[in-house]
């Protein structure tokens, strides 16, 4: 009996382990993705006018604000989602193109760029 | 630098505050969007009791059984509806390179692929109206007084 | 979906002065009450001299080198030999070539075409439509048996540029008869077209060109709206070849993800129409150098 108990705790602990891994293989994935989203000019393009500290990013342009304190301007990630995803929601003249609204991105691709600048 | 961030701190904190009086949807476009904008495709909102999906019409359509005559059919609605963008001299540079594959596909007898080339370049041509109309009305609000 | 039948008449009257307000408001938006191209000119000076204190409005005709000190300096030692040189003297000789027939440029433009380059483009009543120096030049040929030449580069572009050469430091003086519908209409198109966002990025002339001017986009800094459009035709670096005004347009519309539209169209013409306005009292300095 405590056999059979100790065998499914080991069971259980390596199932756990495994999900775990492979959430974090594919949440490192999407943030792969998501920088070259972020740098690249047939994707995003993102750095044409974001700044963001991460050392790959060179020559940013500044038409908007730089990617920093992330968490703390969106608590809720989905709201950034929204952002990327439309900005003339919140701003019709705004200049940055609506990423997701004219599908300029995919679904993907916006989770994975999402996914990145939420780190700065 | 400092001054920079600390500026940008401040900016950050009027977001947030933005950001937490996000306009409740007023229409069902808007609530589709938003829900849209949030979760991505595939999810399911409630608007005014009902269930709805966050999936284009383009989408759902490319969803059903893939048949020649369904692939010719979408492809036959996107180019039209395309062809009234650029009637509005507001045609989008990559629509008609999607029109183009899809029609490529649906030679090749690849009516999957084709429906959802199509798709998306319904859904394009369908913004760009939509941008063009838009537009036209409020345009004016750049103009500096 | 209003019932007039159902409300009493005391209320019917106030629902139908309602509809009358929203009606005239309606229509006084779609048919463009004040088209006033010179308020519009003195705003935008305004804005720029709001914007950028201390930049005279003089040095607008040199774009982002009135704004940048970095970018000017690079633009000073680059103009030091001149990179459209060679582009002049072959536009000054082509210019001076006789066609076929005998006949000449001079023959087909005021001033035997010395120094009017300031009062292009310019509403022709007759035809009814916006004509710049280039679609005259082509004109020009074609009545005299020749082929057009293309729109964008070379030959065409050369001759502009002489034709602007010989024109430099007059001043802009676009026209826009007040008592001239079609002109309006074309003046007014042309400013929609400026502000309008277009293209799968949902970008303006104005996003980049007005409120983004000056502000970097990656390494390059986007020219202001005044002064915009006196310095062409350009040799452009990024080119490393002269190219007129719509080539440029057409450059600039593709970039938003338009489909864009083809040089000389309408919408081309009547926004060099609404841009060289804008530029009114600014002297002609093509052809110009940019990055």
Not at chain 3, 210 to 229: C, K, M, V, Y
Request: aromatic share 12%; with cysteine.
């Amino acid at each position: 009996m405590l056999k059979v108990r100790w065998m499914t705790f080991v069971a259980v602990c390596a199932a756990l382990l495994t999900a775990n891994t492979v959430l974090a293989r594919d949440e490192a994935a999407l943030i792969v993705l998501g920088q070259a989203v972020f740098l690249e000019q047939s994707k995003g393009n993102c750095i044409a006018c974001h700044a963001i500290s991460d050392p790959q990013a060179q020559l940013a342009g500044n038409q908007g604000p730089p990617i920093f304190n992330m968490k703390l301007r969106y608590p809720d990630k989905r709201l950034l989602r929204a952002q990327v995803w439309d900005a003339t929601r919140n701003n019709p003249l705004t200049l940055m193109p609506p990423f997701g609204k004219h599908w300029i991105l995919s679904e993907h691709e916006i989770d994975a760029v999402v996914e990145y600048i939420y780190q700065y | 630098m400092n001054a920079a961030y600390t500026r940008y701190l401040l900016l950050s904190l009027l977001v947030f505050v933005a950001n937490v009086q996000a306009a409740e949807p007023q229409t069902y476009q808007q609530a589709f969007e938003l829900n849209r904008a949030m979760y991505g495709k595939g999810h399911l909102f409630t608007w005014q009791g009902q269930e709805f999906s966050t999936d284009h019409p383009e989408e759902l359509d490319a969803q059903t059984p893939a048949t020649r005559d369904k692939a010719e059919a979408m492809l036959h609605a996107a180019q039209v509806l395309n062809q009234r963008a650029s009637e509005l001299e507001y045609a989008w540079r990559m629509t008609a390179g999607l029109l183009e594959q899809a029609e490529q596909a649906l030679r090749a007898g690849e009516f999957r692929q084709c429906m959802n080339l199509a798709a998306q370049a319904h859904y394009q041509a369908r913004m760009s109206i939509q941008q063009a109309e838009y537009n036209q009305q409020h345009w004016r609000d750049a103009v500096p007084q | 979906m209003l019932n007039f039948r159902k409300v009493k008449p005391f209320q019917g009257w106030i629902t139908v002065a309602l509809l009358l307000c929203a009606t005239t408001s309606v229509l006084a938006d779609a048919s463009e009450p004040l088209i006033d191209p010179e308020a519009d000119r003195q705003a935008l000076r305004a804005y720029y001299l709001k914007r950028f204190p201390g930049v005279d409005i003089q040095d607008y005709i040199n774009g982002i080198y009135a704004l940048d000190a970095a970018s000017r300096e690079q633009w000073q030692a680059l103009e030091e030999f001149p990179p459209y040189e060679f582009d002049l003297e072959a536009g000054e000789a082509l210019f001076n070539t006789p066609f076929a027939n005998g006949q000449t440029y001079a023959a087909c433009f005021p001033n035997g075409g010395v120094s009017i380059r300031q009062h292009y483009p310019y509403w022709n009543a007759a035809e009814g439509r916006v004509k710049t120096l280039e679609l005259e030049i082509n004109e020009c040929r074609e009545k005299n048996g020749e082929q057009p030449y293309p729109w964008k580069k070379g030959p065409l572009a050369q001759i502009s540029a002489y034709m602007a050469w010989t024109s430099r430091g007059q001043v802009f003086d676009i026209k826009v008869p007040a008592d001239d519908a079609g002109a309006l209409a074309a003046y007014a198109a042309g400013k929609r077209f400026f502000y309008a966002k277009r293209g799968q990025l949902n970008l303006s002339c104005a996003n980049c060109h007005l409120e983004g001017s000056n502000i970097f986009i990656r390494a390059d800094l986007p020219g202001p709206a005044l002064g915009q459009t006196t310095h062409f035709p350009v040799y452009r670096s990024k080119w490393g070849e002269l190219g007129t005004l719509h080539r440029r347009y057409e450059g600039c519309h593709r970039d938003t993800r338009s489909d864009p539209l083809p040089p000389q169209s309408d919408a081309f013409r009547n926004l060099e129409y609404f841009q060289t306005y804008m530029s009114n009292g600014l002297p002609v300095n093509g052809p110009g150098a940019r990055k």
